[in-house]
C-alpha cells in the first residue's frame, strides 16, 4: 500500500509509525507556504535578453518562469506545480518540467503537456521596461 504513496508522504508516514508519534500532520511535497499563483508582488528578474526567442528561463528562486515566444513577446507562469506544489526545477526548450511526479507544462501556454498535474501552470503578469523583466502582480 504505501509503495502508491509519494516518495515524500512515504517518508514522513514511514518515520512516525517508527517514532510512534501522534497527529503527524503531512503537507504537500514541497509543501512550502506562500502563492500557488507565483510571486505576491512585483519582482525583478533580470534582463530581458537572458530570456531565449522560442524558448524559456526558469526563475526558480522567484517561482516564475518567463518565455519568450516570438521576439518581443514575453510570457511568465507560475513555476509552482499544480499537482502537488512542488517548484519546477528545469526548462528544456519550451518544455518546464517537475522533479517530484513528472509533471510537465508547456512555457508559453502554461498547458500541461504530461500528467499527473491536470491544471495548467497559473499566468502571471510580467512587463519589460528598459531591458528588464519584471513579475507578479504592480506594487
Known sequence: MTSE???CRRTVLRGAALAG???VGLTACGGKSGSAAGPDKAVELGAASEVPVGGAKLYRDDKVVV????QGTFKAFSA???HRGCVVDSVDGTTVSCPCH???FDAGTGAVVQ???TKALPAVPVTVAGG?????PAS
Open 21 to 23: 508519534a501522534a497527529g
Open 5 to 7: 504513496l509519494p516518495a
Open 115 to 117: 500528467g499527473p498535474a
Open 80 to 82: 509552482v506545480c499544480t
Open 102 to 104: 513528472g509533471s510537465q
Open 132 to 136: 528588464r523583466i519584471t513579475a507578479g
Open 67 to 70: 518565455s519568450q515566444p516570438r
